[in-house]
């Protein structure tokens, strides 16, 4: 007997569904129930042979063929938290804000394509990738994992990196749903939000996410919204994802993030992961004690199962089972570098770059003598070949899992490489940073600061002395550059110092060499920002970070650091947001406060203008421009579409509706179209239900940053409702 005969799920002719069918009638009761929850692997006593040691791990039923779900989290490349996996390294991409920063589609989807490669060649079936929650406070220590503050921006570039990790026959979440916008305290916040502006903001940029990349699975968040904890939310998982979106996927608890069983599983949450962190296992004994006493109907249990054998089937993991194979990490580190090369931003240049070759350069602090900064958490990767430096975490909610992890690629050694003599000075003697400047033609800082999951920063401000050392190199050289690697936005007390600003965020596994190539002008400078640098905390929605005791600074840290600690809230506490959808530059925006960056602003070697925009109405907005490249050098220029539109709060507010990429040569024009979303132009309507286009002329511009507009008109829009 063929294979079809015997095991008829396996006829790859047949939908996912009925594959998914068949499969459920053969499962016991035990069968299922172990199919919707699953350990920590390394945590069990004994680590089973199948197992791939990464974050998450739930038998397969051998007896059938479904296959062991071997999960990994993979924000950045593939992760190896606390070491888990000795020894075993992996590519590490920049982080996503600077990914973010290329605005760049296809450069999202090789990423994600890298990434899941090297997972499915390390064993891995399911990524716990697509981390997209909107940046809606700079000082967020896990914005470094995001994608920024914008809903287009960050669904579009999420949905790409997600296909292009599934590309590989492997299952992608994307997380964490929804509106896990603050680490401190992550775990008791209830977030506060009306619909509208839930849905006009990080729901959207979810729904664009699972539009465009189908992510087999999606994780709750561990807040709760509304009350209730995203993981056991009617609203959130029932009424939003699988009905207005009609989601086929399954979902999955964050680690933790699971808190009961019945309401959970009427709820809509379909797998409980890192079972050993929740209170008790909800969806082991207890659920199949709740389906038999009728308190969760079996029809939910298989629904359950259903989402999770049909993602399998429909991402190919049943048809191309994951088998260890060799990893060409040169190819890969290629990846990382043109992902690096394409995120770094230059925000300021008074002349100095690029870098003539030649030059004796002074390179200062950052540790840049080894390598380059990495964030902390769960999306830790560690390099191939180990870290160049490591320092213990002995303070605050991270430090039972982060170290602070630098990638060995060291600027130093690369910018040695470029310049005629380099001179090194760790930065912590003052006198001798200023002397190796004064001796210098050019001075490069590198300024850091690290961030990480389960931990908010408490200020904006570079930590440690780095304020006054940057300060005092720039008036012992006045040609003083400034290389940032930050998890997000700072605060610059010392920009009229710097010659030039480059943020370099925290630049993955071949970080050091891009910087070098973007300073001396190999690679030319096209980042955008995709999250608004302020000019201060005050000028934030909420100044203080909502539950953060301040504590005094950690001493004798090597990175000066001074997290909290401290974290006040035990039981819940609500956060409201006032600013609704009005996120980032919308809220700079409306409140008319100039940040010190905007959203969607970077600078080039070289200049371009727009021209002749021409608009066209009706069902949505369709712009057609034409870009030139006036200056002497070859550049990328990223025009941005926006539109001041009314939303769910009836308040007129601006929005990006669209963007494109053009890379011209000297003195080339290109004529470029950009067509919008049509949500972007409409107010969600909680009462339609759906997304409500009044109609009429809407006041459309072309920008080059949210706030500078090179082009200007109008369209006129149809009336119409479009489903939820
Ligand atoms: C994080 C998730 C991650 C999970 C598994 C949690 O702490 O919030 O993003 O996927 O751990 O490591």
């Not at 890379?663 to 470029?672: K, Q």
Request: proline content about 6%; hydrophobic content about 40%; glycine content about 12%.
């Amino acid at each position: 007997m063929s294979q079809a005969d015997t095991r008829p799920w396996m006829d790859a002719g047949r939908s996912h569904d009925e594959r998914a069918d068949l499969l459920i009638a053969e499962l016991s009761l035990d069968e299922m129930i172990a199919l919707v929850h699953g350990p920590m692997p390394n945590l069990l006593d004994e680590v089973p042979a199948d197992a791939a040691r990464g974050a998450g791990y739930v038998p397969g039923v051998a007896r059938l063929g479904i296959p062991p779900q071997n999960a990994t989290d993979a924000s950045l490349g593939v992760a190896n938290p606390r070491k888990v996996r000795e020894g075993d390294g992996a590519t590490a991409l920049p982080s996503g804000l600077a990914l973010a920063s290329s605005w760049d589609p296809d450069l999202a989807r090789r990423a994600g394509a890298m990434v899941g490669a090297e997972a499915r060649a390390k064993g891995f079936n399911i990524l716990l990738g697509g981390g997209v929650n909107l940046a809606r406070d700079p000082r967020c220590g896990r914005n470094f994992e995001y994608l920024g503050e914008d809903p287009l921006l960050a669904g579009v570039l999420v949905g790409e990196a997600i296909a292009g990790a599934q590309s590989n026959d492997i299952v992608c979440t994307i997380k964490h749903f929804a509106i896990n916008d603050q680490e401190t305290c992550r775990h008791v916040v209830d977030v506060q939000i009306d619909e509208g502006a839930l849905r006009e903001s990080d729901l959207l940029a979810f729904q664009i996410g699972i539009e465009r990349g189908q992510p087999g699975s999606v994780m709750s968040a561990y807040n709760r919204l509304g009350g209730d904890w995203c993981g056991e939310n009617d609203f959130l998982l029932n009424r939003v994802l699988k009905g207005d979106w009609a989601y086929p996927g399954w979902v999955m608890s964050d680690w933790g993030g699971c808190h009961s069983t019945a309401k959970a599983a009427l709820g809509g949450l379909d797998q409980e992961s890192g079972e050993q962190l929740d209170k008790q296992v909800y969806f082991g004994e207890l659920l199949k004690t709740a389906v038999q006493e009728g308190e969760v109907p079996f029809e939910r249990l298989t629904d359950m199962v259903r989402r999770i054998l049909r993602s399998l089937i429909a991402h190919g993991v049943f048809d191309r089972l994951v088998e260890r194979e060799e990893i060409d990490y040169e190819a890969h580190a290629q990846v990382a570098q043109a992902a690096a090369e394409a995120g770094l931003v230059l925000l300021r240049n008074q002349g100095l770059l690029p870098l003539a070759p030649g030059l004796k350069v002074a390179v200062i602090g950052g540790h840049a003598d080894v390598g380059v900064l990495s964030g902390g958490g769960s999306s830790q990767v560690i390099p191939v070949g180990g870290p160049a430096l490591e320092i213990p975490v002995t303070i605050g909610p991270s430090s039972a899992f982060s170290r602070i992890t630098y990638h060995p690629s060291s600027p130093l050694a690369a910018i040695g490489q470029r310049a005629a003599q380099v001179t090194y000075a760790d930065g912590r003697d003052l006198a001798a940073a200023m002397a190796i400047a004064a001796d210098a033609d050019v001075a490069v800082i590198f300024a850091e600061q690290w961030t990480t999951e389960a931990e908010d920063l408490p200020t904006l401000a570079l930590p440690g002395d780095q304020h006054t050392l940057i300060a005092a190199v720039a008036s012992a050289n006045e040609k003083t550059l400034v290389v940032l690697e930050t998890g997000g936005p700072v605060i610059m007390p010392w920009l009229d110092d710097a010659a030039a600003v480059l943020q370099a965020w925290y630049p993955g596994a071949r970080g050091g060499e891009a910087i070098a190539r973007l300073l001396f002008g190999e690679a030319e400078p096209s980042g955008r920002l995709p999250i608004s640098f302020p000019r201060s905390a005050d000028d934030l929605v909420r100044p203080e970070i909502p539950g953060m005791i301040f504590g005094p600074p950690v001493e004798g840290a090597t990175i000066p650091t001074s997290y909290p600690g401290v974290q006040q809230h035990k039981g819940r506490f609500s956060v409201p947001h006032p600013e609704g959808a009005a996120v980032g530059y919308r809220w700079f925006d409306r409140q008319q406060t100039q940040p010190l960056f905007p959203f969607g602003f970077g600078l080039s070697y070289t200049r371009f203008v727009h021209e002749n925009l021409s608009l066209e109405g009706g069902a949505t907005v369709r712009a057609r421009f034409t870009v030139a490249n006036v200056g002497d050098r070859a550049g990328v220029d990223t025009p941005q579409l926006y539109a001041r539109v009314k939303g769910a709060d009836a308040q007129p507010g601006l929005r990006l509706i669209g963007w494109t990429r053009v890379a011209l040569a000297p003195g080339e024009r290109r004529e470029v179209e950009i067509t919008a979303d049509p949500r972007l132009l409409a107010a969600y309507d909680v009462t339609a239900p759906g997304w409500r286009i009044a109609g009429g002329v809407v006041a459309v511009t072309l920008q080059s940053d949210a706030r500078t507009v090179t082009l200007s008109g109008e369209a006129e829009l149809e009336a119409r409702t479009l489903a939820p």
